[in-house]
């Protein structure tokens, strides 16, 4: 596609769940990043890829949160039981690699009950 | 270590008047900035981006931003408001070769008054 998708937009769950978010980046996009936006805040790093390899994850905030990207391409950002705190905008970007822009995706807006 | 800080949360401007967003930086290294704008439940768009080349620079739909080394700052301008021009405004930086993930201010919520 043309730009930075992401599914699903929106999730609603209940406490204890768990919740996978999917994201595809542009099109030989080699590095790969999550962002997690709380309401009012501004996007808040969580892990980065560079192809398959996960060369940062030091954003993750506590061990529910999992994210892979098997092929180098589409990446999934996972969290176990779900907790209220959770409730937030998960972004996804990616880029050619270096100091360039990151083209961002829509986000999808977690809702944790 | 980087970080960013945009002063003003909130900032109103009447249509036709000078937007000025303020934005600091902190970092220990040479640093890449960037503005971003974003609209409701939309992600992030690029305006504008310094890196180390022309210390003024232009983005698009009219902003433009100067990097001041010596005053740590990074501010956006646009001569004369849109009301298209409402959103969200976010300054960040960056600066780590190897690992380019961006660390983003708190976000100015600009409001146009017709």
């Known amino acids: 596609g043309a730009g930075v998708s992401q599914s699903p937009r929106y999730k609603v769950a209940k406490r204890g769940q768990d919740v996978a978010l999917r994201c595809d980046p542009i099109?030989?996009?080699?590095?790969l990043f999550w962002y997690q936006q709380a309401l009012g805040q501004g996007p808040e790093f969580l892990t980065y890829?560079?192809?398959?390899?996960?060369?940062?994850k030091s954003g993750l905030p506590s061990d529910r949160f999992f994210a892979e990207r098997p092929e180098g391409s589409v990446s999934t950002l996972k969290i176990q039981r779900t907790q209220q705190e959770d409730s937030a905008v998960y972004l996804c970007?990616?880029?050619?690699?270096?100091?360039?822009?990151?083209?961002f995706g829509p986000g999808t807006r977690l809702t944790v009950l | 270590a980087q970080s960013v800080t945009q002063l003003g949360s909130h900032v109103s401007v009447s249509e036709g008047a000078l937007v000025l967003l303020r934005c600091n930086y902190s970092?220990?290294?040479?640093?890449?900035l960037f503005w971003y704008v974003q609209y409701p439940n939309q992600g992030l768009q690029l305006l504008l981006k310094?890196?180390?080349?022309?210390?003024l620079v232009k983005g698009i739909n009219g902003f433009e931003a100067e990097f001041k080394k010596s005053e740590t700052s990074f501010h956006l301008t646009k001569p004369s408001a849109h009301m298209s021009d409402a959103a969200e405004y976010f300054c960040?930086?960056?600066?780590?070769?190897?690992?380019?993930?961006?660390?983003f201010g708190t976000g100015t919520r600009l409001t146009i008054i017709p």
């Open positions: 970007a990616s880029n050619w690699a270096g100091l360039n822009e990151q083209f």
């Open positions: 310094y890196t180390s080349a022309a210390t």
């Open positions: 099109s030989g996009h080699v590095s």
């Open positions: 970092s220990s290294v040479p640093p890449y």
């Open positions: 890829f560079q192809n398959e390899a996960q060369l940062d």
């Open positions: 960040a930086v960056t600066g780590d070769f190897g690992n380019e993930k961006l660390t």
